[in-house]
């Protein structure tokens, strides 16, 4: 009998993908956590981290970009922004919540000066689990991320987040910055199970410095079925705390009342329920800020921390685990462009 029960254990452990199918639906909602240490911003010789933390009820994951700073020396050096990736995964056991190594990130990405960014130098090697065998995928597609120039993918979506804030007002006041993010067929692999295909994203995303908030028009392929997601993340005071903002992310789905441009701007309350009714995406993400610096962007001089620690949720309605997973693995890796300067 004991001879048995030991041959019977790797089954129970290692409970293969149907399980996971057979068991209680799993909640669409990913804890997000990034630490962010910026001393470029005050030396451009130095190095950047990000320590990104995810997890929800099927899998943890932790991984670290560290980022060197694109800039220009002697006038005429040029030196392309580039981040390494590392980490690793694990799968939680449904029978006793138990880590199961599973996932190795590798790789890296370079930001040239025109902000193009390939996403095929990323990949994830998947360890041995069980009946599963060993295996890697590479992440595939392009970003175009802001360096030093706008990218003209979100050029469109730019001039319609400036034309919606000049209305009813003189232009010539209006603060014109803006920071960009484009993906073109991003896709981001499966964080390690097999009923997890990944999830190909395109897209434009602007930070509109006059109304310090991203706004965002995205479509999400996940295992061939399509999530088009639009809306905004207004980055505000968390109130009645210093040092501390946040960003309150909506994400909807199309629906009857919100087929427009005009769900870009859907406003959002901090001391409400910001997130009771639509379908789609949503998160609070709480930044704790410290060690201050002043910095000069696109010519304005501005304070920002270069300290940043940074937790929240992501709370998926009417959207899969998985989609919101891929959302938030895909914002950890743009931590730069979102937590940094």
Known sequence: MALKSLYLLPLLVLAPAAAFAQAAPIPPNVTFAVAATMPTLKDSSRKDTFAVTLGDAQ???QIELTCSAGHTSLLIMREDKACAVAGNGSIVNPANQA????????GGYVVKSDGSTDGSTLSINYLALGKVPPSTAAFSGSMNLKPEITSTGAAALASTVLA??????????????????DLSRLFVPSAGLPSDQGCTWSGNMVFAYQTESWFMDLTANCADKEYVLKGNMPWTDSPGVDAQTQYDLTLTLPSADATSDDAL??????????????DGISAQIIMKESKYVTVDIDGVPTETPSQVDASGTFTGTNVPV???RSLATLFGLLSSNLFGA
């Open 164 to 181: 919606k804030i000049n209305t009813g007002g003189d232009a010539a006041l209006i603060d014109q910055r803006v920071d960009t993010v």
């Open 265 to 278: 701007f859907a406003s959002s309350d901090a001391n409400s329920d910001l997130f009771s009714a639509a």
């Open 322 to 324: 998985e989609v919101v």
């Open 99 to 106: 880590l199961l190594p599973r996932t190795q990130y590798a």
């Open 59 to 61: 899998v943890k994951s």
